[in-house]
DNA sequence: AAAAACTACAACCGCAATTCG
DNA sequence: GCGAATTGCGGTTGTAGTTTT
């Protein structure tokens, strides 16, 4: 048996309100407060056939007073940016730290102009990805960006010595300079296997690709069996081999618990949007690995992702994630 | 000029947490 | 302590407006 609804929805009105439906709000509240009461006041505003928790919703998010639409500043993007590698999507802890903004505007911001900003996304493909969200499908990619504390809430958990990882723009990266502030203390992404590659590497294409959207795999995923390691993220290890030039970027899984998952690379979840959109294919990879129950998952599968496509100089980064400075 | 593609944002929905009787 | 009511939150959707083709 299901709760019983907070309203008659039959007799609600839904959908945009009128500028006479604000100023009924507005003006209620302004006189009476809210009366600590948001499923009784719509009852109390004569004319005003809407449910409480719409009220509210317009209350906060529009009528309340020095609410702030809009223009956002490069300091509230860089607020914003970093709070969410620090905490994710925690839209009401992020919009506390911005006075004047809603947890639903930044909200908003981010999933239309930030995310983007940051992630240089290409109209195309995001409207291919908006429309996948649409359809119920994929998507749990890059929701898994969310919350990288999740599974992990004490931070003290965090390998210390690398706390201090944070996003760097990526013209800024030959220089080592974090563009976000460094005293953030960030989750750690999933990191390489730093044998596999040279340590003198001066941009580690993984490892940053790591910073933009590492995930941890939730339970959702359908990798709960994983073990996660202290820093919230479970072991993918993603690590090269071959010997050409187009060798291939192979994931292993150290301390995994691989139960009824065969297939290592989707462990990449997360990261592929940062590829072009024809890594993504549908069907077996046609490299020898059982794609077979992962084909309905809600999780698209990706071809192996081949050396040649990742950018290994700052030049190559730069060019490939150009939007991806703020700045 | 029209259609398609895309953006931006308000609002809704469902769920979890909290409060209340 | 328990269950119902309420609140708060984050994800998602609907749609008007804008830009591109």
Redesign the pocket.
Known sequence: MG??P?CD?ANV?????SPEEDAKLKSYIEKHG?G?????LPQKIVGLK?????C???W???LRPNIK??GFSEEEDRIICSLYVSI??????I?AQLPGRT???I???W???LK?KLFGKQ??E???Q?QA??R?NA?KQM?QM??PLENNNNATNYGAENNNIAIFSLNEAHNNIPYWPQQQQLPLGPHYNQGSLPASDPINPIENLSKFGGQSMGEESGYSNMNNNANGYGHFLPIMQGQSSNQMVEVEVENYNMTGYEDPRRVLCGLEFLFEDHHQILGTNGHGCDMGSLQSSSCPNYEPIMLQDLPTTAEQYNAKFDDLRIL
């Not at 600590?36 to 009784?40: E, P, R, S, V």
């Not at 809407?50 to 719409?54: E, V, Y």
């Not at 994710?88 to 802890?93: A, E, K, L, T, V």
């Open positions: 709760r019983a907070c929805k009105k839904k959908g945009p309100w809210t600590g009461n948001w499923i009784a809407r449910c409480g928790k719409s509210r919703l317009r906060l998010n529009y639409h809009g994710g999507s925690r839209w009401s802890i919009a947890d639903n505007d909200k908003n911001y999933n239309t102009r983007k109209r195309k995001h409207h291919h908006q969200t649409r119920g998507l929701q969310k919350r």
